[in-house]
């Protein structure tokens, strides 16, 4: 009942910036949050950040300070903004959306490389 497409990953240098977003369609009023994930090779599927439908929001530490999630209600699109990148962030990240019972919706996942 709802669709997520994403868009904005690539090849970016080490201290560069980038934005991903990410679409929802569907049956959004079911959606309590949405968030990004990622997943590195060999390490295991991480939150990255996450806002609520009332606008809070939640970073894992490595990203505090560098990353911003937000979230344009008039075109269901929700972003993250990613600065000062490091080849630790390249990673595969993922858009979720979650609804308020039962599993949620997830993105097709959007590579992001961080290198010189």
């Known amino acids: 009942q709802v669709q997520l497409v994403e868009s904005g990953g690539g090849l970016v240098q080490p201290g560069g910036s980038l934005r991903l977003s990410c679409a929802a369609s569907?049956?959004?009023?079911?959606?309590?949050?949405l968030a990004w994930y990622r997943q590195a090779p060999g390490k295991q599927r991480e939150l990255v950040a996450s806002i609520t439908t009332i606008g809070t929001t939640n970073y894992a530490d490595s990203v505090k300070g560098r990353f911003t999630i937000s979230r344009d209600n008039a075109k269901d699109t929700v972003y993250l903004q990613m600065n000062s990148l490091k080849p630790e962030d390249t990673a595969v990240y993922y858009c979720?959306?979650?609804?308020?019972?039962?599993?949620?919706?997830w993105g097709q996942g959007t590579q992001v490389t961080v290198s010189s």
């Open positions: 979720n959306a979650q609804k308020y019972y039962g599993a949620g919706y």
């Open positions: 569907g049956s959004i009023s079911i959606i309590y949050a």
